[in-house]
């Protein structure tokens, strides 16, 4: 939109006031844009976690393999002189050679047995093939499926042949003989490892692939041919899961430095850090580190488990950086599968790294299988080199003077580090790369605070943090840490599993494996504990009990409902919440938790929390309260009493203003059903038969109120945009889509089954008897029907028809599960309908005597369908009944069946196989088919029929839920430290705000100049539009130019300015009832449309008139009892944005007050008066209410007072209706009246008389007061529109429509002036809709 120059250049003098505009916009309240308006109640989904190690594996064997025959070299090898002589620290020559031998084998041992102590080792020196084969065939069979290490060290044998053979001896040392290395992989089998430390050991590792890919090849061949020779033979072993590590590649020789050891390889795989150092001390760079020699590195103290000492911080750091690096360089899987899985595996590996920096810079590359990417250039290796430089630089002083070793600043600036990547960083980016540090520092006292508040802070970052965090393999640590009594880490370790468990609930299974319930049980109990870490450990325990038996047990035994319990009242919400939570889920299906908990009367003391202020805490107690009742354990008389009182506690909650809570009532009522399956059959059969024998007075086709509105027979209604929350609306008149499962069935005399034609939609809805309607002919009961049982059950005449029965907790919970099914929000209607239908369908099954007929009637019967089912149906003895001759209610023939979309479906009765007089499933198909899907048997029904005639699974089964518990679970999951976008000053979000709050000002700014020059004369039509529906309601949004229209259950929009219609959709609202009010909600901001409608109904929406679909927000019953009349006010509403309170009257006796930010009634305000409210009016400062009311009366209400003394004044002066009265926003403001006669009389508040009368057209259609230009415009009956200026001079009147052929003006429907600028919207009988205005000058 366009930024008006005038602002641009306006003085300094109005910028003052636009800013002071400005600030009251900032400090209006939204109302319904919290969370659960905007989302859908469902939990998030859940991610694959892979981090858990399905197979962690142990190397349990090793064979050492030394190939060093001392004092003879190999023949193709040339060695330099001086060379590289040391073998494990050893120099061969300086002993005799068998003594070397035995020496260098026993300390390759010890140097394994550092990583992996408990392994079995078996040393092979200078070994023949067939020692070698025995060795290996007898660590395989000891091993069974864990993994072995063979170690081969090839320095005195020739190099590897390209045919994939190694070398070994023979008995006497005479000759070389060579080991394939196919005959090696079928004796090691697999899992295994292999070192092969000899020059060319490239070449072993390709040709053990190719081995391998031969082995694959002929296992196929095997597979496929069990006659083929290979198959006679032993299998052999798949190599999938085998590792190489390799000293250099195929074309390579091992260095020969003399400063270096000849198994370099080796030395970096099982003694890093002395080798690590040694090479450090070789580079130039070492000479700035004085005084260090290679004897002193010798002479490092410590030992390399101690991480308080010298060489035991440097074998930390070491681990530290390697695993940083490979996890930072390695694909996610891969990583997993080398450093998590197995312990020694992952000790080779991170040796692996340092191998290959070392041996790359003497020109020799190391190899593995699988191959890593290249990480000897890594960044961390600097950070290495600088932890290596700061503590050889302390050693001389340490070693000559004894001075204290000072600690390395290595964890700490690490952890620096990622604290800048926390703070500083965009959301998306590259993973931090200290994230394995900070696991590693979780080990050490010192750091260990500071480590567990990071890693929170980055687990909040959201789901894909926790999922990060979890692959590096943080759980046994922060287990682990469950077991400490430093009361310091408590916030710090709750905040961490909360996040953990809001991502991966499995992790309950090991909490209670290692008591680690306890630890957030004394959490809980902790009164010291602020709230919202009380809130993390209850969500913690009430995932640790979520149906997991043995986390049931765990915590009842922890006396974990007490303790609940206790904290039911505390202020904090969230708390409140979660405990409520917690206890409905321990005592779910877990009898033992239910008693514990009538013991300590828990069900009571929830009942407090049912009118709890916030929604989401009045729905989790709900929940609660349902699982109470939810337990299919046998019934006493005791726990029977119990659950009908918690029955009638929930049935209060029956107009609650939030769906989430109605649809939490609907489940926990829906277990209740599933408990006394038996008493509600009996119940929905006695209401059935009442609702087919009752009639109700029709109101449908009888006129609209003040008979204006004719009935709806208007030319072709255009095509209404579908909205999200009603599926399938085809015209505005047709009733809601209902789920289509099961077709009719009804009981008629003979109690056979009879399927109807459904009735004709046009008439009444009352008319129209039991069942069918065209768009739920498939459900038992209609929407038509439960509704007017619904309504037939407030008749007090019903009392004496069905009898004493009637007032039992189940008729009265069934008229609850009614008023339900007819809730104007869908979700849960559509709940209700699933449980009254599942009774309704049981009761009428149960209730059909069976009748089997003779097979003839077969033949009528369309084909089963063709899966086994159908067999199956068959032989379940017995053929579908026949429809019974006798007239159904509706027809008198066997009617046909609905076609839809041009199919022709067979026509058929209802096939209903009798299976043991049990309700079978229904073998039904819907209507119309595609040639060969599976029928009816589809997602809703698993498994066999056969198996569980019991209920009908398109209805309902037992564990029906809403998703509320995993959508609030989602809490913890998301950020909870980040600033929320709305408040954050550079985000989008605000910066829409922003510009919307300056379009305000400008609106009011400008409006106002105009007022303020006074307005003479308003009969420019600016606007002028064919509606689609006899205008009923019109409410312009007070600063977009986009004007609603309602008409009896649609509502367009149209852009007044561009004269283009923006939206027309449907209401939602049943047939019988029509708009009677609409309100823009937030219009200062993100616009809601309040519509309600003349049985009490109130819908919220969103998303109208932008391109996109309209969505309901919430809906509830504003009204209850509102039964529409002929001729009554329907329902009025007022709309407060500073307080967020809606008043809400019509044909009713009170004034009924809604707190939308509680989305509850606050206050019932009696209006005393025997007539029907027609306006009302409000004043937020004052706390004043003004209603006009239909015997002539205006009334005056305080709602500061208690409901006797509340209403304040009444004013009887007029003598009929009143249309409008206003009660005028200043502190000083009157209240204006006008009745039907067209008297305007004017009230001074403290007065009890009028201050000032006009008189105006007699017969008053509408009429609506301007509240900043003192201008009121009338309709009438007599087809003109009049508009006044406050001395009651008439400024224009208008007869007929600018242009448009001059036509004369319809009778007025409704009409309204835009809260600011002077326009007056007009609609009228004739479906035009026309805008007026002042003269253009002023505008």
Same mark, same amino acid.
């Given at each position: 939109?366009?930024?008006?120059?005038?602002?641009?250049?306006?003085?300094?003098?109005?910028?003052?006031e636009?800013?002071?505009?400005?600030?009251?916009?900032?400090?209006?309240?939204?109302?319904?844009?919290?969370?659960?308006?905007?989302?859908?109640?469902?939990?998030?989904?859940?991610?694959?976690?892979?981090? $858990?190690?399905?197979?962690?594996?142990?190397?349990?064997?090793?064979?050492?393999?030394?190939? @060093?025959?001392?004092?003879?070299?190999?023949?193709?090898?040339?060695?330099?002189?001086?060379?590289?002589?040391?073998?494990?620290w050893?120099?061969?020559?300086?002993?005799?050679? &068998?003594?070397?031998?035995?020496?260098?084998?026993?300390?390759?041992?010890?140097?394994?047995?550092?990583w992996?102590?408990?392994a079995?080792?078996?040393?092979?020196?200078?070994?023949?093939?067939?020692?070698?084969?025995?060795?290996?065939?007898?660590? $395989?069979?000891?091993?069974?499926?864990?993994?072995?290490?063979?170690?081969?060290?090839?320095?005195?044998v020739?190099?590897?042949?390209?045919?994939?053979?190694?070398?070994v001896?023979?008995?006497?040392?005479?000759?070389?003989?060579?080991?394939?290395?196919?005959?090696?992989?079928?004796?090691?089998?697999?899992?295994?490892?292999?070192?092969?430390?000899?020059?060319?050991?490239g070449?072993?590792?390709?040709?053990?692939?190719?081995?391998?890919?031969?082995?694959?090849?002929?296992?196929?061949?095997?597979?496929?041919?069990?006659?083929?020779?290979?198959? &006679?033979?032993?299998?052999?072993?798949?190599?999938?899961?085998?590792?190489?590590?390799?000293?250099?590649e195929?074309?390579?020789?091992?260095?020969?430095?003399?400063?270096l050891?000849?198994?370099?390889?080796?030395?970096?795989?099982?003694?890093?850090?002395?080798?690590?150092?040694?090479?450090?001390c070789?580079?130039?760079?070492?000479?700035?580190?004085?005084?260090?020699?290679?004897?002193?590195?010798?002479?490092?103290?410590?030992?390399?488990n101690?991480?308080r000492?010298?060489l035991?911080?440097?074998?930390?750091?070491f681990?530290?950086?390697?695993?940083?690096?490979?996890?930072?360089?390695?694909?996610?899987? @891969?990583?997993?599968?080398?450093f998590?899985?197995?312990? =020694?595996?992952?000790?080779?590996?991170r040796?692996?790294?340092?191998?290959?920096?070392?041996?790359?810079?003497?020109?020799?590359?190391?190899?593995s299988?699988?191959?890593?990417p290249?990480?000897?250039?890594?960044?961390?290796w600097?950070?290495?080199? @600088?932890? %290596?430089?700061?503590?050889?630089?302390?050693?001389?002083?340490?070693?000559?003077?004894?001075?204290?070793?000072?600690?390395?600043?290595?964890?700490?600036?690490?952890l620096?580090? +990622?604290?800048?990547?926390?703070?500083?960083? %965009?959301?998306?980016?590259?993973?931090?790369?200290?994230?394995?540090i %900070?696991?590693?520092?979780?080990?050490?006292?010192?750091?260990r605070?500071?480590?567990?508040?990071?890693?929170?802070?980055?687990?909040?970052?959201?789901?894909?943090?926790?999922?990060?965090?979890?692959?590096?393999g943080?759980?046994?640590?922060?287990?682990?840490?469950?077991?400490?009594?430093?009361?310091?880490?408590?916030?710090?370790?709750? +905040?961490?599993?909360?996040?953990?468990?809001?991502?991966?609930?499995?992790?309950?299974?090991?909490?209670?494996?290692?008591?680690?319930?306890?630890?957030?049980?004394?959490?809980?109990?902790?009164?010291?504990?602020?709230?919202?870490?009380?809130?993390?450990?209850?969500?913690?325990?009430?995932?640790?009990?979520?149906?997991?038996?043995?986390?049931?047990?765990?915590?009842?035994?922890?006396?974990?409902?007490?303790?609940?319990?206790?904290?039911?009242?505390?202020?904090?919400? =969230?708390?409140?919440?979660?405990?409520?939570?917690?206890?409905?889920?321990?005592?779910q299906?877990?009898?033992?938790?239910?008693?514990?908990?009538?013991?300590?009367?828990?069900?009571?003391?929830?009942?407090?929390l049912?009118?709890d202020?916030?929604?989401?805490?009045?729905?989790?107690?709900?929940?609660?309260?349902?699982?109470?009742?939810?337990?299919?354990a046998?019934?006493?008389?005791?726990?029977?009493?119990?659950?009908?009182?918690?029955?009638?506690?929930?049935?209060?909650?029956?107009?609650?203003?939030?769906?989430?809570?109605?649809?939490?009532?609907v489940?926990?009522?829906?277990?209740?059903?599933?408990?006394?399956?038996?008493?509600?059959?009996?119940?929905a059969?006695?209401?059935?038969?009442?609702?087919?024998?009752?009639?109700?007075?029709?109101?449908?086709?009888?006129?609209?109120?003040?008979?204006?509105?004719?009935v709806?027979?208007?030319?072709?209604?255009p095509?209404?945009?579908?909205?999200?929350?009603?599926?399938?609306?085809?015209?505005?008149t047709?009733?809601?889509?209902?789920?289509?499962?099961?077709?009719?069935?009804?009981?008629?005399?003979?109690?056979?089954?009879?399927?109807?034609?459904?009735?004709?939609?046009?008439?009444?809805?009352?008319?129209?008897?039991?069942?069918?309607?065209?768009?739920?002919?498939?459900?038992?009961?209609?929407?038509?029907?439960?509704?007017?049982m619904?309504?037939?059950?407030?008749?007090?005449?019903?009392?004496?028809?069905?009898?004493?029965?009637?007032?039992?907790?189940?008729?009265?919970?069934?008229?609850?599960? =009614?008023?339900?099914?007819?809730?104007?929000?869908?979700?849960?209607?559509?709940?209700?309908?699933?449980?009254?239908?599942s009774?309704?369908?049981k009761?009428?099954?149960?209730?059909?005597?069976?009748?089997?007929?003779?097979?003839?009637?077969?033949?009528?019967?369309?084909?089963?369908s063709?899966?086994?089912?159908?067999?199956?149906?068959?032989q379940?003895?017995?053929?579908?009944?026949?429809?019974?001759?006798?007239?159904?209610?509706?027809?008198?023939?066997v009617?046909?069946p609905?076609?839809?979309?041009?199919?022709?479906?067979?026509?058929?009765?209802?096939?209903?196989?009798?299976?043991?007089?049990?309700?079978?499933?229904?073998?039904?198909?819907?209507?119309?088919?595609?040639?060969?899907?599976?029928?009816?048997?589809?997602?809703? &029904?698993?498994?066999?029929?056969?198996?569980?005639?019991?209920?009908?699974?398109?209805?309902?089964?037992?564990?029906?839920?809403?998703?509320l518990?995993?959508?609030?679970?989602?809490?913890?999951?998301?950020?909870?430290m980040?600033?929320?976008e709305?408040?954050?000053?550079?985000?989008?979000?605000?910066?829409?705000r922003?510009?919307?709050?300056?379009?305000?000002?400008?609106?009011?700014?400008?409006?106002?100049?105009?007022?303020?020059?006074?307005?003479?004369?308003?009969?420019?039509?600016?606007?002028?539009?064919?509606?689609p529906? %006899?205008?009923s309601?019109?409410?312009?949004?007070?600063?977009?130019?986009?004007?609603?229209?309602?008409?009896?259950?649609?509502?367009? +929009?149209?852009?007044?300015?561009?004269?283009?219609?923006l939206?027309?959709?449907?209401?939602?609202?049943p047939?019988?009832?029509?708009?009677?009010?609409?309100?823009?909600?937030?219009?200062h901001?993100?616009?809601l449309?309040?519509?309600?409608?003349d049985?009490?109904? @109130?819908?919220?929406?969103?998303?109208?008139?932008?391109q996109?679909?309209?969505?309901?927000v919430?809906?509830?019953?504003?009204?209850?009892?509102?039964?529409?009349?002929?001729?009554?006010?329907?329902?009025?509403?007022?709309?407060?944005?500073?307080?967020?309170?809606?008043?809400?009257?019509?044909?009713?006796?009170?004034?009924?007050?809604?707190?939308?930010?509680?989305?509850?009634?606050?206050?019932?305000?009696?209006?005393?008066?025997?007539?029907?409210?027609?306006?009302?009016?409000?004043?937020?400062?004052?706390?004043?209410?003004?209603?006009?009311?239909g015997?002539?009366?205006?009334r005056?209400?305080?709602?500061?007072?208690?409901?006797?003394?509340?209403?304040v004044?009444?004013?009887?002066e007029?003598s009929?209706?009143?249309?409008?009265?206003?009660?005028?926003?200043?502190?000083?403001g009157?209240?204006?009246?006008v009745?039907?006669?067209?008297?305007?009389?004017?009230?001074?508040?403290r007065?009890?008389?009028?201050v000032?009368?006009?008189?105006?057209?007699?017969?008053?259609t509408?009429?609506?007061?301007?509240? &900043?230009?003192?201008?009121?415009?009338?309709?009438?009956?007599?087809?003109?529109?009049?508009?006044?200026?406050?001395?009651?001079?008439v400024i224009?009147?208008?007869?007929?429509?600018?242009?448009?052929?001059?036509?004369?003006?319809g009778?007025i429907?409704?009409?309204?002036?835009?809260?600011y600028?002077p326009?007056?919207?007009?609609?009228?009988?004739?479906?035009?809709?026309?805008?007026?205005?002042?003269?253009?000058?002023?505008?």
């Amino acid at each position: 939109m366009k930024m008006d120059s005038e602002l641009l250049h306006s003085p300094a003098v109005c910028l003052a006031e636009e800013e002071e505009a400005d600030t009251s916009d900032w400090n209006l309240p939204l109302a319904f844009m919290k969370k659960r308006h905007s989302e859908k109640i469902e939990g998030s989904k859940a991610l694959a976690q892979s981090w $858990r190690m399905k197979d962690r594996m142990k190397t349990v064997s090793v064979a050492l393999v030394l190939c @060093l025959n001392v004092g003879v070299d190999p023949p193709d090898v040339v060695k330099t002189s001086p060379c590289a002589r040391l073998e494990c620290w050893i120099d061969p020559l300086s002993m005799s050679p &068998q003594k070397a031998l035995e020496t260098i084998g026993a300390n390759l041992q010890k140097q394994y047995e550092n990583w992996q102590p408990r392994a079995r080792y078996k040393q092979s020196l200078d070994p023949t093939v067939d020692e070698v084969k025995k060795l290996c065939t007898s660590l $395989r069979r000891n091993a069974k499926e864990e993994r072995v290490l063979f170690h081969y060290n090839g320095h005195g044998v020739p190099r590897p042949t390209v045919n994939g053979e190694i070398w070994v001896f023979n008995k006497n040392y005479t000759q070389y003989i060579p080991l394939s290395v196919y005959d090696l992989q079928t004796w090691m089998g697999s899992p295994s490892i292999f070192v092969y430390d000899c020059s060319n050991a490239g070449i072993i590792v390709k040709s053990f692939k190719q081995f391998a890919l031969q082995r694959e090849q002929e296992l196929e061949v095997a597979a496929i041919n069990p006659n083929h020779p290979l198959a &006679q033979m032993p299998l052999p072993p798949s190599m999938k899961n085998c590792i190489q590590l390799a000293a250099c590649e195929a074309s390579e020789l091992l260095p020969m430095n003399p400063d270096l050891p000849a198994d370099l390889f080796t030395s970096c795989l099982t003694t890093p850090i002395k080798i690590a150092l040694r090479w450090f001390c070789m580079q130039k760079s070492a000479k700035l580190v004085p005084g260090v020699t290679l004897d002193l590195i010798e002479k490092i103290p410590g030992r390399l488990n101690d991480r308080r000492t010298p060489l035991g911080e440097l074998n930390w750091i070491f681990t530290a950086i390697t695993d940083t690096i490979a996890w930072n360089v390695l694909p996610r899987d @891969l990583f997993q599968k080398l450093f998590r899985q197995d312990l =020694l595996v992952a000790s080779l590996f991170r040796n692996f790294l340092l191998a290959e920096r070392i041996m790359r810079s003497y020109n020799c590359t190391p190899v593995s299988s699988p191959r890593l990417p290249p990480t000897y250039m890594h960044a961390m290796w600097q950070a290495w080199d @600088l932890a %290596v430089d700061i503590c050889l630089s302390q050693l001389p002083t340490i070693i000559e003077e004894g001075t204290a070793f000072r600690h390395s600043p290595f964890f700490a600036e690490q952890l620096t580090a +990622f604290q800048v990547w926390l703070t500083m960083g %965009v959301e998306n980016r590259n993973p931090p790369e200290q994230l394995p540090i %900070v696991l590693q520092v979780l080990l050490s006292q010192v750091h260990r605070l500071r480590a567990l508040d990071l890693l929170g802070r980055f687990l909040d970052l959201g789901p894909w943090a926790v999922s990060l965090a979890l692959s590096v393999g943080i759980f046994p640590y922060v287990l682990k840490l469950l077991q400490s009594s430093a009361r310091e880490l408590r916030p710090l370790l709750v +905040f961490i599993w909360a996040k953990i468990l809001a991502v991966d609930s499995s992790c309950q299974a090991d909490l209670v494996k290692d008591n680690g319930h306890k630890y957030f049980l004394s959490v809980l109990a902790d009164p010291y504990m602020p709230a919202e870490h009380r809130t993390m450990a209850v969500f913690i325990l009430a995932v640790i009990v979520n149906s997991y038996t043995t986390g049931q047990e765990a915590c009842l035994q922890g006396n974990l409902i007490a303790i609940c319990l206790e904290q039911l009242s505390d202020p904090h919400p =969230l708390l409140r919440q979660w405990v409520a939570i917690c206890l409905g889920r321990i005592w779910q299906n877990f009898d033992s938790a239910r008693w514990c908990g009538v013991r300590d009367s828990a069900h009571e003391k929830l009942y407090s929390l049912l009118s709890d202020p916030i929604p989401e805490v009045r729905c989790a107690a709900v929940f609660a309260l349902g699982t109470f009742v939810g337990n299919s354990a046998e019934r006493t008389d005791h726990s029977t009493t119990i659950d009908h009182n918690v029955a009638m506690m929930l049935a209060q909650l029956i107009n609650d203003g939030s769906p989430v809570v109605r649809k939490e009532l609907v489940v926990a009522l829906s277990h209740l059903v599933v408990q006394y399956e038996g008493n509600f059959c009996t119940v929905a059969l006695q209401f059935m038969e009442e609702e087919k024998n009752y009639p109700v007075p029709s109101t449908a086709n009888t006129l609209e109120p003040c008979n204006l509105t004719p009935v709806r027979d208007s030319p072709a209604i255009p095509r209404l945009r579908s909205v999200n929350s009603y599926t399938n609306i085809r015209a505005a008149t047709t009733s809601r889509n209902l789920n289509k499962s099961l077709q009719n069935l009804n009981l008629n005399e003979e109690g056979g089954p009879v399927t109807f034609s459904p009735g004709n939609l046009s008439t009444s809805s009352s008319a129209s008897s039991t069942l069918g309607s065209p768009d739920n002919d498939e459900y038992i009961l209609s929407f038509e029907t439960i509704d007017k049982m619904r309504r037939v059950s407030s008749y007090s005449s019903l009392n004496s028809l069905i009898g004493v029965s009637f007032n039992s907790v189940y008729t009265q919970i069934w008229r609850v599960l =009614l008023h339900l099914a007819a809730d104007p929000f869908p979700e849960v209607s559509d709940l209700a309908m699933k449980v009254l239908n599942s009774i309704a369908y049981k009761a009428t099954m149960n209730a059909r005597p069976q009748r089997i007929l003779d097979s003839g009637s077969l033949t009528q019967s369309a084909p089963a369908s063709p899966t086994s089912k159908g067999a199956h149906i068959h032989q379940a003895g017995g053929s579908p009944p026949m429809p019974s001759a006798s007239s159904s209610s509706l027809t008198n023939e066997v009617p046909k069946p609905p076609t839809r979309g041009g199919e022709q479906p067979p026509t058929r009765p209802p096939y209903t196989p009798t299976l043991g007089g049990q309700a079978p499933h229904s073998h039904q198909f819907p209507r119309t088919r595609k040639m060969f899907d599976k029928g009816p048997s589809g997602s809703e &029904q698993a498994g066999d029929d056969a198996d569980d005639p019991g209920g009908h699974k398109a209805y309902m089964n037992a564990n029906l839920s809403t998703g509320l518990c995993d959508w609030s679970a989602k809490y913890f999951a998301q950020p909870v430290m980040k600033i929320p976008e709305e408040h954050d000053v550079e985000s989008q979000v605000r910066k829409e705000r922003e510009w919307r709050f300056l379009r305000n000002a400008r609106v009011r700014k400008q409006s106002q100049r105009i007022t303020q020059r006074g307005v003479t004369r308003l009969d420019d039509q600016i606007f002028i539009n064919r509606n689609p529906g %006899v205008p009923s309601v019109v409410k312009f949004h007070p600063f977009n130019p986009c004007i609603a229209v309602a008409d009896k259950d649609s509502i367009c +929009f149209w852009d007044w300015e561009k004269a283009e219609r923006l939206d027309y959709f449907y209401n939602g609202n049943p047939r019988y009832t029509r708009i009677t009010a609409m309100e823009y909600l937030n219009g200062h901001d993100y616009s809601l449309l309040l519509t309600a409608t003349d049985d009490g109904a @109130l819908r919220i929406w969103k998303n109208f008139a932008d391109q996109r679909n309209p969505e309901m927000v919430t809906a509830w019953q504003g009204l209850s009892d509102m039964l529409p009349t002929t001729r009554g006010a329907g329902m009025v509403v007022d709309w407060e944005q500073e307080t967020g309170l809606l008043m809400t009257s019509g044909d009713v006796r009170v004034i009924r007050i809604w707190d939308t930010e509680r989305e509850m009634k606050v206050q019932d305000i009696p209006t005393g008066a025997d007539s029907c409210v027609t306006c009302l009016s409000c004043d937020s400062q004052r706390s004043l209410i003004a209603a006009g009311l239909g015997d002539g009366s205006v009334r005056l209400y305080d709602r500061r007072m208690g409901a006797n003394e509340c209403r304040v004044m009444t004013y009887r002066e007029h003598s009929s209706w009143v249309v409008k009265a206003h009660l005028q926003k200043q502190t000083d403001g009157k209240i204006i009246s006008v009745s039907v006669d067209g008297d305007v009389r004017f009230f001074e508040l403290r007065s009890p008389d009028s201050v000032n009368v006009l008189q105006t057209v007699k017969g008053l259609t509408a009429l609506d007061i301007h509240p &900043q230009a003192n201008l009121f415009a009338c309709g009438s009956m007599n087809q003109f529109i009049a508009v006044y200026n406050s001395n009651g001079d008439v400024i224009s009147n208008i007869k007929y429509y600018d242009g448009f052929m001059g036509q004369r003006i319809g009778a007025i429907s409704c009409l309204a002036f835009h809260p600011y600028w002077p326009h007056l919207a007009v609609g009228s009988n004739d479906y035009y809709m026309s805008i007026y205005s002042a003269e253009k000058r002023l505008r």
